[in-house]
C-alpha cells in the first residue's frame, strides 16, 4: 500500500480514537462539570456517617461542590474524620455548617454544606466545627416508638 | 595454519579471506561437524558440497557468524568470530552478502524495497542515488522490469535472481549461498550459476556456495569440499573432482543409487524383519 | 500401582505448572528485550505507522460493530431489569459503567488479540519460516528492532484508541435501543450518566486496563511469532497459542488490575 494512504487511514484512526476520548471524557463522563478540577481539602468530624463512603458527593444548596476524599476513624476522639475535596472556585465562610444527608429515603448518602454568614472564608486543611452526623434510621424508629409509648402512658396517666 | 594466540596474523591472511581450522561444531551432544580445516582465498568462488543433512548449511551458518564454534576457530576477513560482541559481528556482516536457500525475499517489500533495504538501512545516500543503485542491481541479474512486483508475484527462478541483487547490493566482500540451485528448473539453474559466476567476477568478492547440485556447480566454481557426515572427505579442483577415484565423491558426482553411501539404512537383515529367522 | 499412577498425575500437574510458568518468564524477558530495542521505532515512526495501520485501523470495523451490538444488548438487557424497579432511566448509566470500566476494555482486547494478535504471530512466524529473519541478521540489523518492536508499539498504541471507540459506540447502541427504541427519557439517560461516570475513576482507569491489555497481547503475539518453530505447524500452533495465552492473560490482568483500582492507589 502506498504511504500517503497507509498515512491518511492511520491518521483517521487516531482522530477518531481521540474524538472517542472526548465523547467518554465530556458527553458520558463528568470531565465538563467538573469545573477547573483543582480543589482544596475540608475536614469534619462526624460522630456517626452512616453509610457515606470516600467518593461520595459533597453537595450546597443541592449542587455538587467536591466530594469525599477519604473517611477514617480518628481513635482519640472516636469520631469519624471525612476529609473533602471542594472545587478551589466555591468558598465556604467559617461557620459553614456540615451534615451527612440522605439523597431519598434509600438513595445515597452525601455531604451537605451550609453556608454561615461569617466574613472570613475557610482555608485548605481547615476543619468545619459544626457537624451533624447521620439520622440512623433504627435509632430513629426506636424513639419514635419510644415517644409514642411515652405519650400513651401519659394520656393514660391523665385519664386516671 | 594460523596460530590461534595471534591476531597480526590478519595482515598475512589477506590472501585468505575465510580460514577455518579444527572446527568442532554439534546440536546437543551430537557432533555435526568434526575436525574441520578449511580455507577460501580471495576472489576465489568455492562450493562445499555433500548430501542432504550433512552438516554444510551449518558450516555456512558458522562462517556467517550465526553459529559459534564449539572447538576451533573460524577467521573471516581476518578477524575471529569466536566470542566476537555483537556490534563487532554487525560490522563485519555488513561486508558479507548472504542469499538464502528459497531467497527469503521480504515477503512485505516490494522487489525494489527488498534490493534497496540495506542501502535504507545501513546508508544515509539520498533517495535518487538509492534508487540508480537499486536499478543497476537489478539490471545486473535481467529484472529491472518487475521492480514495483511483489515477491509473491515472481517465478522461484526470478526471485531468485532478485535476491542474488539483494544480496550483492552493498558490493560485499564475501558472497555467501545456500543451495542456490534448489528447486529451480535446468533453464533458471543456468542463469543463476552464470551469475553468480560474473558477480564474483565483477565485484571482486569472495563467494563460497552450499549446494548439493553437481553438474553445475562444477562448472563455475574454483575449488571444492566435499563434506560427509561431518568430515571433509574430499577436495581439489572440479577437473581434480572428476577425475577423483574415491568411491563416495565418485558415486556423489554420477549420482550412483549404491556405493559408500549405502541404499539401505542401517537395520537388521529383511529375513530378521519378515519373522523367518529367529534373531 | 494406584500410588504410582497418582504421582505420575501430580508429576504431569508440576510439569504443567513449571511450563507455563517459564513461557510467562520467557515473554516477559522478551518484552524487556523489544524495550531495549525500541530506539529504531521511534527515530524512524514511519515503520509504527505502518503497523497501526495493520493492527489498528484493520480492526477498526471489527471493534465498531461489536462495540454496537455490546452496547444494545447492554440497553434491552439493563432496560429489562431495571424495569422492575422503576428506575429505567439509569440504563444510561448501567450501560456507561460497564462498558467503560470493563467491557471495553476487555472485550476490545479480545477481539484485537484474535484480529491484530494472531496477524502478527502468523506473520513474524512465517518470516521466521522462510529465513527472512535470519537474512535481515546476515545484513546486520537486528530483527528484533526492525520487525518485533514496530510491531509492539503499533499494538500498544492502537489498543486503548479500538477500546475507546469500542466503548464510544457501545455507549450510542445503547442510546438507540434505550432512547431511541424504547423511549427512555433522553435528558435523564445523559444527566444520570454524567452524574454516575467519573472521568478519573472511570474512564481513566479503563483507559489504562486497554494500555495494559495492549501492552499484554502485543508482547504475547510477537513472543509466539518470533519463537515459533519455522514450519507450517509450528506457525499455526503459534498463532492458536497467541490467542488463547493472550485471551487468558487478558482477564487475569483485568481481575488483578479491577482489584487495584477498586482498593488500592486511587
Partial sequence: MERSTLNLWVGIFVLLGFFAFLVLAFKVGNLSAGGSGQTYTLVANFDNIGQLKERAP????????????????????????????????????????????????????????????????????????????????????GQFLFNKAQDSSTAKGAQK | MPDLGSRHLSVVSVTNLVEITELNFGYGSRLVLKGINLTVRKGSLVAIMGLSGCGKTTLLRLIGGQLQAHEGSVMVAGQYLNNMSQSDLYALRRRLGMMFQFGALFTDLSVYDNVAFQMHEHTSLSESVIRDLTLMKLNAVGLRGVQSLMPSELSGGMARRVALARATALDPELILYDEPFAGLDPISLGVIGQLIRRLNDALGATSILVTHDVQESLKIVDYVYFVSEGVIVAQGTPEQIRASTLPFVHQFIWGEADGPMPFHYPAKTMANDLGLREA | MVLESTLRNIRLVGDGTLKIVERIGATVVFLGLTLTQSATSFRRFDLVIREIFYAGVQSLIIILVSGLFVGMVLGLQGHETLQNYGSEQSVGVLVALSLVRELGPVVAALLFASRAGSAITAEIGLMKATEQLSAMEMMAINPMARVVAPRFWGGVIS????????????????????????????????????????????????????????????????????????????????????????????????????????????
Avoid: C
Fill in chain 3, 159 to 266: 489498543m486503548p484508541l479500538l477500546a475507546m471507540l469500542f466503548s464510544a459506540m457501545g455507549i450510542i447502541g445503547g442510546f438507540l435501543v434505550a432512547v431511541v427504541l424504547i423511549g427512555v427519557d433522553d435528558g435523564a439517560f445523559w444527566s444520570q450518566m454524567q452524574a454516575a461516570v467519573d472521568f478519573r475513576h472511570d474512564i481513566a482507569n479503563g483507559i489504562i486496563k486497554s494500555l495494559v491489555f495492549g501492552i499484554a497481547v502485543s508482547a504475547i503475539a510477537t513472543f509466539e511469532g518470533y519463537e515459533a518453530s519455522p514450519t507450517a505447524e509450528g506457525v499455526s500452533g503459534a498463532t492458536t497459542r497467541t490467542v488463547v495465552s493472550s485471551s487468558l492473560a487478558i482477564l487475569a490482568l483485568d481481575l488483578v488490575l479491577t482489584a487495584f483500582m477498586l482498593k488500592g492507589w486511587s
Fill in chain 1, 58 to 141: 459533597v453537595r450546597s444548596a443541592g449542587v455538587l461542590v467536591g466530594r469525599v476524599k477519604s473517611v477514617r476513624f480518628d481513635p482519640i476522639h472516636y469520631t469519624a474524620e471525612v476529609r473533602m475535596a471542594i472545587d478551589t472556585q466555591f468558598k465556604f465562610p467559617k461557620d459553614t455548617s456540615a451534615s451527612v444527608l440522605t439523597s431519598g429515603i434509600l438513595g445515597e448518602q452525601y455531604i451537605g454544606l451550609e453556608a454561615g454568614g461569617d466574613d472570613q472564608m475557610l482555608k485548605d486543611g481547615d476543619q468545619i466545627k459544626l457537624v451533624q452526623g447521620a439520622v440512623v434510621l433504627e435509632r430513629l424508629i
